[in-house]
């Protein structure tokens, strides 16, 4: 059973800094492609940041990019998302999500987490 679980969520103040983490089980990690997505309230789900297998290539929106980075340690089964120069905007529940062998970073991947929050104040 594949497992996707989450952390390092939180409250941070405008200009701040998180990491998150998600650690997965019951799949072969290397061979999934993984993504960060985020839903705040009222709003629609919405891509953040994706890598490859094998971390080959990472994507990420015009909106993050340049403060969100995404990274990957295989031996341990984990993905990354470290946030930089965190705005009120950011507020969301924050999803990792996986797909075998996928370069495409939707909804439509196969396995997600349950999220964290991330609280920005301004």
């Known amino acids: 059973q594949v497992q996707l679980v989450e952390s390092g969520g939180g409250l941070v103040q405008a200009g701040g800094s998180l990491r998150l983490s998600c650690a997965a089980s019951g799949l072969t990690f290397s061979m999934y492609s993984l993504g960060w997505f985020r839903q705040a309230p009222g709003k629609e789900r919405e891509f953040v940041a994706g890598?490859?297998?094998?971390?080959?290539?990472?994507y990420s929106p015009d909106s993050v990019k340049g403060r969100f980075t995404i990274s990957r340690d295989d031996a341990k089964n984990t993905v990354y998302l470290q946030m930089n120069t965190l705005k009120p905007e950011d507020t969301a529940v924050y999803y990792c999500a996986a797909d075998y062998r996928n370069t495409a970073f939707n909804a439509g991947m196969a396995y997600w987490g349950k999220g964290t929050l991330v609280t920005v104040s301004s």
């Open positions: 890598i490859t297998w094998r971390g080959g290539s990472t």
